[in-house]
């Protein structure tokens, strides 16, 4: 019996494996260089061929031919199945259509949700602000314990500035700076992450990060150093700030799907609203790390005040012109 599977199995291969050989070496090449990159011959047949080996797969597993030569046609009819259908979209191709397209577009069709996110930032440093000059000691209650430095109310105007400038070696705002993006960074992979649960968690943390950003800038403006401040901040603050309210957008934007499916079911609309938001949260991730290189370059390499306010203020305009008329449809 077993004899007699091994003499069908090689007759069976004997008529086709002239075939299933060609085949092999197209699937190779569409492989190495992409589908385009074949002949119109070897686009044909790779067709044809295809279309053949599934067939003799088909016949094979029927007639119960034996496992090494099923194994053989699965793998090859596997391989010319994603050459023929699989998307033939190269990874530049597929980051070029995401700044050129699909992200922008994605802003634009959750704009209600990113303008919250920026709401809550806006509702929670303007809370920050006025209570800290309501009664210094709201500071502390905002400040994560640890990161002051000596940098609260019972500083000096003369300790806050030579900090700002970095005057006497001191490195005060570096080390707050490395903080601060540490924990902004934290901040947006838990407002999107969280934001599911019924959005809530997602919006008060962002308000929350708004506390802090306000009450420290009132310090400051307080002992007359806010224009120096702001532009210390500016340089990298407006991208990674930004980043933040959009992650608290996508977060918001999956949590409205649990909430407001609508006539869909909560699943789908999850899974729908998911799109999305995942592109939000790749753009916070970029911004994030854009916040980086600036903090990291800009505030060794950039000394003027003025300067930073128009690096920080600038790179946020084009960041908004990106995400407002780029990949537009023309009609």
């Given at each position: ?184 960074t934290r901040i947006a992979i838990f407002v999107f992450g969280l934001g599911v649960f019924a959005c809530a968690p997602a ?83 970029l911004m994030l790390f854009a916040a980086a290189v600036l903090e990291g370059f800009g505030r060794q390499l950039v000394q003027d005040m003025n300067t930073r ?23």
């Amino acid at each position: 019996m077993e004899n007699a599977i091994l003499i069908r199995s090689a007759r069976f291969r004997e008529e086709r494996e002239a075939d299933w050989a060609r085949l092999e070496q197209i699937v190779a090449v569409a492989e190495k260089r992409g589908i385009h990159s074949l002949s119109y011959d070897d686009a044909r047949d790779l067709a044809t061929l295809y279309r053949q080996a599934a067939n003799s797969l088909s016949v094979a597993r029927e007639i119960s031919l034996d496992k090494a030569l099923l194994r053989y046609l699965e793998a090859l009819t596997a391989r010319a199945y994603l050459a023929v259908y699989a998307p033939q979209e190269r990874l530049g191709g597929l980051v070029s259509r995401f700044f050129l397209k699909s992200a922008p577009q994605a802003m634009r069709r959750s704009a209600i949700f990113i303008l919250l996110g920026f709401l809550a930032m806006g509702l929670g440093a303007l809370a920050g602000y006025l209570l800290y000059f309501e009664d210094p000691a709201w500071y502390n209650v905002f400040m994560p314990a640890g990161l002051a430095g000596g940098r609260g109310p019972e500083a000096s105007t003369e300790f806050l500035r030579r900090v700002i400038y970095q005057e006497g070696g001191h490195d005060g705002l570096g080390a707050f700076a490395t903080f601060l993006f540490s924990h902004n960074t934290r901040i947006a992979i838990f407002v999107f992450g969280l934001g599911v649960f019924a959005c809530a968690p997602a919006f008060l943390l962002t308000f929350y990060n708004g506390l802090i950003f306000g009450a420290f800038y009132a310090l400051h403006v307080e002992r007359g150093l806010g224009w120096d401040i702001a532009g210390w901040l500016s340089i990298h603050g407006v991208t990674e700030l930004s980043a933040i309210c959009i992650a608290c957008g996508g977060g918001l934007k999956l949590g409205s799907a649990v909430l407001f499916p609508g006539q869909r079911l909560r699943g789908e609309a999850l899974r729908q609203e998911g799109k999305d938001a995942v592109k939000l949260a790749l753009v916070a991730g970029l911004m994030l790390f854009a916040a980086a290189v600036l903090e990291g370059f800009g505030r060794q390499l950039v000394q003027d005040m003025n300067t930073r306010l128009i690096i920080g203020w600038g790179i946020g305009g084009l960041w908004l012109a990106w995400f407002v008329f780029v990949g537009r449809e023309r009609t």
